[in-house]
């Protein structure tokens, strides 16, 4: 989640930058490194959202495996 917020972060910073940058007549190579910076924040963020979700089908698909051969176990001993 830090990576996402610093992507926020980053998203004002830049549209800060954009704007000093019109004002002062600078250059825009800082706007771009915070825009680059911010697409890779926000793209880190969302391998790791990735990652924590394939982590949390595996482990529901686990769980529910268990269940299964518990309720299995549990019906061979009421059918004997």
């Known amino acids: 989640m830090t990576a996402l917020y610093a992507s926020i972060v980053l998203l004002i910073g830049t549209s800060l930058s954009v704007g000093v940058a019109v004002l002062l007549g600078w250059s825009y190579a800082i706007p771009i490194v ?42 061979e001993r009421s059918d004997a």
């Open 34 to 75: 915070f825009a680059l910076t911010r697409a890779s924040a926000l793209f880190y963020g969302s391998a790791l959202l990735m990652r924590e979700a394939w982590g949390a089908v595996v482990s529901t698909l686990a769980e529910m495996e268990y269940a299964r051969e518990l309720a299995a176990k549990c019906q």
